[in-house]
């Protein structure tokens, strides 16, 4: 698999728009402005995904194909508080109504920033794909922004808080390059 052969192949707001020809899907999910756009980018191919557009600006799923092989599912990120209830029920119709019905499905991409400890929301994520027995991976975004001791410090605590061995959570930074190819493997591996 040439994870580099990878081009933006629908852009969708509800299910009708899906791309209609199966094949298997991950997705890729995270709080708001966590980097998300910035890990595709890193991952897969320079400039796939729009970096640093305005905080909470992504209202639709974007499909990306990867060598004709797989699909990267881009999910809107959650937890922008900016906006308004409305707002943020439409966010989570939209990504409920992919995470339940997509048969696709194959692996999902959690992706925390290292700084911080997993919100409610992320715990909510966590816990659905627990439910449905979909396989997870924790990805900690923006590892560069921490020196080595803080960065072991926050992995042992973010692995505590959500009940998964640290081991298990990859740390990733796509400004330095770290964990990149590591991210790589495990994704040809799993697809
Ligand atoms: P998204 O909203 O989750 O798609 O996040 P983006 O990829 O657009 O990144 C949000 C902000 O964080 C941007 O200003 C990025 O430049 C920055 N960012 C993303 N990843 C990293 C990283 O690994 N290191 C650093 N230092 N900044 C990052």
Redesign the pocket.
Known sequence: INLSNARLEKVAVKKEDYPPIKMPEMCIC?R????????INAVFKDKL?K???T?GK?RTINFFNIDNKFRVVDLP?YGYAEVSKEEKRRWRTMIEEYLLERQELKLSVL?LDSRHLPTEDDKIMLSFFDKKEIPIMIVL?????LSNNELAKNTELISKELGIEKELLYQ?????GMGVKQVQYAIIKFM
């Open positions: 995270g708001s402005n966590v980097g998300k756009s910035s890990f995904a970096v640093g557009s905080p992504t990120g992706l975004t923006k590892c560069d922004k990733f930074s796509a400004k330095s």
